[in-house]
Each structure stands twice: as structure tokens, then as C-alpha cells.
């Protein structure tokens, strides 16, 4: 493993996410923004303050009375008032429990420090109720008043934060640094108080990502180290240590962890005491060490800079942010709701590289920039962004995209060549099924992140999907951790598909499937190379689908090596699939879609079967998800099928499926957001079907049309770009699309080529009230073998 010596200097994320022209009229949209949206039904997304993909993320850890949960994955549950620390970094929108991340809370406390907070495993003492009317957020913002009569303010810039807290009058006033209270506990931990200069350092390693509910001792594990610093605006008057269940008042240092399991009571922190006040706490956050940390927080957050200022200038960057696309019309509820997904799509991927270029490398080394590279970007919840974040990513940010392209090849080529499906910062986890890295790096390329070594990214992709390894092989963390970037590897090789019988694998037929959405996207780049041999080569292994598509039943099955269907087959089952069922994942044929209707026994009895996915038997709206042989609009398998009638010469019933889905799971309440974000991929579908379009092939950049939402959007890329999409008579009568013009040419296409993306370009519709069936209906985007 080579150690990177070279050294770019490294711009902040406010340089990287690039002004707006100043030639193009900024709207003010934060005020558009609600962080609430999402902090229930299992959104899990979390409200604090935060910049676009920013390292740092300052925002509160709710309680039920159990210091080893939050109430959600994100730390922060709408209908917990109840808050035992604010954590310094966090995960937008994950699943597993109890989360991860949430690192280093912060808890101020208006009263006397007498017993371990560690000790206080069910919360009683050292936590706050609140409630929502003394509370509010906005982007780069956070405040709550605590029922304790703490105010707190929050405010971040990319590797920094700076917190205002006021106490009551006449009551002590401490600040608690639970260290190793992460959100899925820590291996270790420690603090060190510096009284004299007013500062409180150290540190926590963090990892076990789900690995409470799976994988065992082999993923409770740790795989990074956050270093902090805090300065503060006045003297210190006391202070203290404690570990598990004893307190050290006057003690200077302390350490000791969690562990992932069985924390309860476990663990250690220190506080800090001044005068009752008001106090200003200025943190800085590094993964390489605390020196680093500290310049973090002198470039970016001086003595200079004052709460407010800081808080000005985060909002600031996220109006540029935001204005990367402009929507005209909608009524103010869709705004809201649009330009809050547009805010969860930009929190991730989160910045990991220090002022000085340095970064955690994933075997825990230090490195620094690649040549060329502006910044490294940590955690890839590859399973989920594949099919639509890294999308929306590469559109509005293509350079940040390329950046984070590179980062997950640097990162992979540390692991002697290894890509991980679920990075967490630069942590393998192994977490969900398939290799997404291809059509992740496949669909920003296409998308025009080209500011990376994509030569070697896919050489070392292809090695991945062709020289099986012993991860492959091998079943330590299955079912839902798996080491293996390719499962089964040698006899999906061999079989032309993932056999049931010992397939290291969550699921046979799903990884099946993934794996074919990863040769396909592989085939893609190979295209793109100028590489026929390899385009041809995983053109024909795009195909492999037909080897789990059982002809009698016409479903995906599990199916052993030995050629046998798996028995008791009911549509409806999950055996062999991955948080969903056969009827779901029937339809994960992106690159297929025609292939797949033919297999079905042609288009018209496909279009049959997708009526029954959306509607039940008596033709009403089933979109909620509870019935496992229909739509789930909450998990990934599901969400690009709503566009998949327009590949069989239907686009009106796509314009009135995606209409029905945006009017009615999309809303402005703290269930807004119908299922878990997932670092922004539920956020970045909304986002394309409101502007009527979408990457319904995740590794091409061709774009399948809707009836947008809006009467006119402008995405004003990065690079210059500028795509315009006008409908006049949008409304919420008018979902169907009469006609379309594209660069003032008519257009029968219900999709648009990806000159569109490169070049920029204005799409122009004409919408009704009732359906033209015949629109769009003859030309079927393309597909495999186009």
C-alpha cells in the first residue's frame, strides 16, 4: 500500500461548491427550507446546523430514558422532547439502530455535576426536556430552549461549529463532554481539560455500524478516530472527569469507552463549569489528530469570527447551494417541500479531509489529497445514492461529484482494491447487498464528474467484478454484512448467476440483480473508454437477469446451483431478497425494462402487472407500501418504477403515477419524507420527479420525462449549464403532458438524450388536464445493446 506524499492545498467547501453567476438573479430560498421534515416516520433525519456536505453537523441527541438510544437512527426523533447532549457529526436520513455517528454530545447542564453522567444510564438527571415551541432550525442554524432554562444556539461552518449557550441566572452553569456517548457507543474515548487555556481537547473511536443487530463481534468494531478542540469565551471555574460510574471533580484527563453492546453505565467525559452567563464554545473536529483539529478551527472559526458572523455566512453558502436551481410556481407547500429535499440531498457526502489536505485513509493511515483533487469526501451509502443522489449530485456539483468519485477509488485503493457498498466516514461496514460503487462512479461520469482518474477506477472496478477474492467467499457478518464486494463471485462467473446455496450473500436473487445493474453500468464506461472487448464482455452479463427470472411464475426466484426454483413461491415472499420481496424486485431491470416486458409475455401484459403494483384489486391507489406485492415508495428496490411505463409506450400513466406519489407521500409535516432518507436518495427522487425527470438507468445520463410540478425550473449547474423546463399550465389538474418542445423543436420522446445534461438545453410542455395517450408513446429510451 503506496502512502500519497503529495500535497494539493486543499479549498473549503465554500470554494467547492462554486457562486452561482453573479449574471443570474439569487432568490432567497433557505427561508423555503423546514430541517423538521423528515423527523418522523422513520425519516431519520436530523435538524441541527450543518453546511453543504459538511464535516461537522451540530445538532441534538433525543432520549426515551436510555443513554444507549436517540428514538432514530439520525439522533433525533420530532415526538422525543427530551435532549441529553448535541452531537458534532451526523448521518442524514440511515436505518440501522441505533444509529451511527452523533460523536462527541455536548450537553449544557444548569446545575451541579455531583455523580457520573455515565451512571445516569436512563437519563434522569443529566438531560432536558423541551419543546417544540421554544425551538427552531433553519439552514446553518439551530436554537431550542431548554426546559432546564438553557438557551442554545447553534451554527457550523465546514469543520467547525460554534455554540451560544445562556444560563439562568443564579444557577450553575456546565458544559458535559460525553466523549464516548456516541450513538452506537465507542471503543474508546478520552478528554483533557486545559482551565488556564479555556480549552477542552480529545477524542472518540467510533465504528459498529448496525453492528448491534448483525455481524457480530466481527462488525462491533471500530474503523475511526474524531479528534475535537473547544475554546471558550470565558474562564473556566471548574471542572472534572468521570469514567463509568465514578466522577473525578478537579481531574484534568480521562478515558475509557463504551463498547457497542451492553454500554449501559459504561463510558467517560469531563465538564467544564464558568460563571452563570452566557458562554461561547468554539469546536473544531478532525479524523486525523487534535493539532489538526485546532487548525481546523483557527482557519475557519478565529476568536475574530462571533456567532453571528459564522451564522450569516453558513447561510450564505446555502442560498448559493440552493439557487443551484431555481422553481417558479407551486404553491408555497411544494416549495417547502421541494427545497427541504434539495437541503437533505446536499448534506452528503461529508467532507473528511483537514485545511491541510490530510485525511483517515479507510486501513486507518493518514494521507493526503490526490493530485488534482480539491477534497476528500467520506461515507457512501452506495445501495441507496446509486439510483438517484449521486445523480442529482453530479448535475448540480459535478466537480464535488468527481472529488467524491476519487475519494472512494482512494479510499478502495487502500483496501488493495476493495470497494465497500456502505462506507461509514472511511469505514468499511458491508452493510446491504450488491456493488454499487460501478454504477455510482458510472452514473456521475455520465453525469459530467470527470475530475478524476476514471481509468484506473474502472480497472480496478473490473478487477472487482472478474478475480474473485477470499471476502467472496466468505460469511463472517451475514446475512445483512457481507464481506465480499462481489458475493458468490466465482459462480455467478460460472452459473451466469448468484446461486441460493451458500451464496455469502444477503440474498441470491437480489445480489443477482445488483450485479447485473453493475455489469450493465461497467458496460457503460467501457463505452465511454472506447473499450469494446469489456463493453461487449458485461453488455452479456447485463443479461444474467434472465437466470432468476422464472419463465412459470413470471417473478424473480431464488434459485440453487443446481438449476431447482426455490419452493413455496408466493410473489409476495422475501426469501432472497433484500429489505423487499419477488414482486418488488421483479421490476429491478433498468437497463431491461423492454427485455423484461417481453419475458412478462409482452408490453400490454406488463403494463397489466404494473396497474396491480400501484393499485389494488379494485383499481384504488396502493401506495402505502404495507402490502408486500406492491409499491413501496419507502425503499429503494421500488422507487424507479413509476417511470417504467413509458418503456412500454404508456408515459401518461407514469405522469399520473409520479404525480400521485409527489402530491400525496411528499409532505411539509415531520413525516414528510415516506421512509428513511438515505443520505438523500428519497430526497433526490422527489427532487427530479417535481422538475419531471429522472435517471431511471442509474449509469446512463439519459433522462425519462414526467409533467413537471413547477411552471418553470432552471438547474443552474456548476459548470456553467443551464437546463430550463417550462410548463405554463402546471397545476395540480394538469399532470399530463399534451406536447413538448426541446430547444424549440417538437418532440414525441418521453425521455431526453444526454446532451440535455452535457450541453444544457430547455425542455418546453404543454399540459392538461386529461391524458395524450399517444404522446411519447412510440419511442422507447434506450436500453441494453443501445
Not at 83 to 105: K, M
Not at 187 to 212: E, K, L
Not at 731 to 757: D, F, I, M
Request: glycine share 12%; charged share 15%; net charge neutral.
Amino acid at each position: 500500500m503506496r502512502f500519497r506524499t503529495l500535497f494539493v492545498a486543499c479549498a473549503t467547501v465554500a470554494a467547492t461548491v462554486a457562486a452561482v453567476s453573479p449574471a443570474a438573479a439569487q432568490q432567497d430560498l433557505s427561508s423555503f427550507v423546514n430541517p423538521f421534515i423528515g423527523t418522523t416516520n422513520a425519516g431519520n433525519v436530523y435538524p441541527g446546523a450543518v453546511r453543504p456536505f459538511g464535516m461537522l453537523s451540530w445538532s441534538p441527541t433525543t432520549t426515551r430514558g436510555d443513554q444507549t438510544g436517540a428514538g432514530a437512527a439520525g439522533g433525533y426523533q420530532y415526538d422525543v422532547r427530551r435532549i441529553r447532549g448535541f452531537g458534532l457529526t451526523h448521518l442524514n436520513g440511515t436505518g440501522c439502530t441505533p444509529g451511527a455517528s452523533g460523536d462527541i454530545p455536548i450537553m449544557p447542564h444548569a446545575g451541579d455535576v455531583t455523580s457520573s453522567p455515565s451512571a445516569d444510564s436512563t437519563d434522569q438527571v443529566y438531560a432536558s426536556n423541551f419543546s417544540h415551541a421554544n425551538e427552531s432550525a433553519s439552514p446553518g442554524y439551530y436554537r431550542v430552549g431548554l426546559d432546564s432554562g438553557v438557551n442554545v444556539e447553534l451554527t457550523a461552518t465546514e469543520r467547525t461549529g460554534t455554540g451560544r449557550f445562556t444560563f439562568p441566572a443564579g444557577r450553575p452553569a456546565n458544559l458535559l463532554f460525553r466523549t464516548s456517548n456516541s450513538l452506537n457507543g465507542s471503543g474508546n474515548a478520552s478528554v483533557r481539560i486545559d482551565p488556564a487555556g479555556r480549552r477542552v481537547t480529545g477524542s472518540v473511536d467510533g465504528g459498529g455500524f448496525c453492528g448491534r443487530t448483525s455481524g457480530g463481534a466481527a462488525n462491533q468494531r471500530v474503523y475511526y478516530r474524531l479528534f475535537f478542540t473547544a475554546e471558550f469565551d470565558r474562564p473556566i471555574t471548574s471542572y472534572g472527569t468521570w469514567r463509568d460510574g465514578t466522577l473525578s471533580p478537579g481531574s484534568t484527563s480521562g478515558q475509557g469507552g463504551e463498547g457497542f453492546t451492553q454500554r449501559a453505565g459504561k463510558g467517560s467525559g469531563g465538564y467544564v463549569g464558568f460563571e452563570p452567563g452566557t458562554v461561547t464554545a468554539r469546536v473544531g473536529i478532525s479524523y486525523v489528530s487534535v493539532a489538526n483539529a485546532q487548525a481546523n478551527l483557527a482557519a475557519e472559526n478565529p476568536p475574530s469570527s462571533g456567532f453571528d458572523t459564522v451564522r450569516a455566512a453558513a447561510r450564505a453558502q446555502w442560498e448559493q447551494a440552493l439557487n443551484r436551481i431555481q422553481a417558479t410556481g407551486g404553491t408555497t407547500a411544494q416549495r417547502t417541500v421541494f427545497y427541504t429535499a434539495l437541503y437533505h440531498a446536499l448534506l452528503q457526502p461529508s467532507l473528511a479531509n483537514d485545511v491541510n489536505g490530510e485525511y483517515l485513509g479507510s486501513d486507518l493511515r493518514t494521507y493526503r489529497l490526490s493530485a488534482g483533487q480539491t477534497a476528500q469526501y467520506g461515507t457512501f451509502s452506495g445501495w441507496d445514492v446509486y439510483r438517484s443522489q449521486v445523480q442529482m449530485l453530479a448535475l448540480l456539483e459535478p466537480r464535488v461529484a468527481g472529488d467524491y468519485a476519487q475519494s472512494l477509488l482512494n479510499y478502495a485503493d487502500q483496501r488493495g482494491g476493495e470497494w465497500d457498498r456502505w462506507l461509514h466516514n472511511n469505514g468499511k461496514t458491508a452493510v446491504m447487498s450488491g456493488d454499487p460503487s460501478a454504477p455510482a462512479i458510472a452514473g456521475m461520469y455520465a453525469f459530467g464528474a470527470d475530475n478524476f482518474d476514471v481509468q484506473k477506477a474502472f480497472a480496478s472496478l473490473v478487477t472487482a467484478a472478474t478475480v474473485p477474492t477470499a471476502n467472496d467467499t466468505s460469511d463472517n457478518g451475514c446475512p445483512i454484512q457481507c464481506p465480499g464486494q462481489r458475493p458468490s463471485l466465482d459462480r455467478y462467473q460460472s452459473l451466469h448467476y448468484v446461486p441460493s446455496n451458500s451464496c455469502h450473500c444477503w440474498g441470491a436473487a437480489a445480489e443477482t440483480l445488483e450485479d447485473v445493474t453493475a455489469d450493465y453500468a461497467l458496460s457503460q464506461l467501457a463505452k465511454k473508454l472506447g473499450d469494446s472487448t469489456r463493453q461487449q464482455q458485461f453488455e452479456q452479463r447485463a443479461g444474467y437477469w434472465r437466470n432468476v427470472f422464472d419463465p412459470s411464475v413470471r417473478y424473480m426466484r431464488n434459485r440453487a446451483s443446481n438449476g431447482t426454483w426455490a419452493p413455496n413461491f408466493t410473489p409476495g415472499t422475501g426469501t432472497g431478497f433484500v429489505e423487499g420481496t419477488s414482486a418488488q424486485y421483479t421490476w429491478m431491470v433498468y437497463h431491461d425494462v423492454t427485455g423484461l416486458a417481453a419475458a412478462m409475455g409482452g408490453k400490454a401484459a406488463a403494463a397489466a402487472r404494473l396497474d396491480g403494483f400501484f393499485h389494488d384489486q379494485n383499481g384504488n391507489w396502493d401506495l402505502s407500501g404495507a402490502d408486500p406485492t406492491r409499491y413501496d415508495a419507502g425503499n429503494e428496490p421500488s422507487i424507479q418504477t413509476p417511470w417504467q411505463y413509458i418503456y412500454l409506450g404508456r408515459p401518461y400513466q407514469t405522469q399520473e403515477t409520479v404525480r400521485q406519489i409527489v402530491d400525496t407521500l411528499w409532505t411539509t409535516g415531520t413525516g414528510g419524507i415516506p421512509g428513511n432518507d438515505d443520505l438523500g436518495t428519497m430526497s433526490s427522487w422527489y427532487l427530479f420527479a417535481a422538475m419531471g425527470i429522472y435517471p431511471q438507468v442509474p449509469s446512463r445520463a439519459e433522462l425519462v420525462l414526467s409533467a413537471p410540478l413547477f411552471t418553470k425550473v432552471e438547474i443552474r449547474r456548476a459548470n456553467g449549464k443551464t437546463i430550463v423546463i417550462e410548463a405554463a399550465q402546471a397545476s395540480s389538474q394538469n399532470k399530463y403532458v399534451q406536447s413538448l418542445s426541446v430547444n424549440g423543436t417538437a418532440s414525441n420522446r418521453a425521455w431526453a438524450p444526454e446532451s440535455l445534461v452535457r450541453d444544457g438545453g430547455r425542455l418546453t410542455y404543454v399540459l392538461g388536464p386529461t391524458p395524450n395517450k399517444t404522446w411519447g408513446a412510440t419511442d422507447t429510451p434506450p436500453q441494453l445493446g443501445g
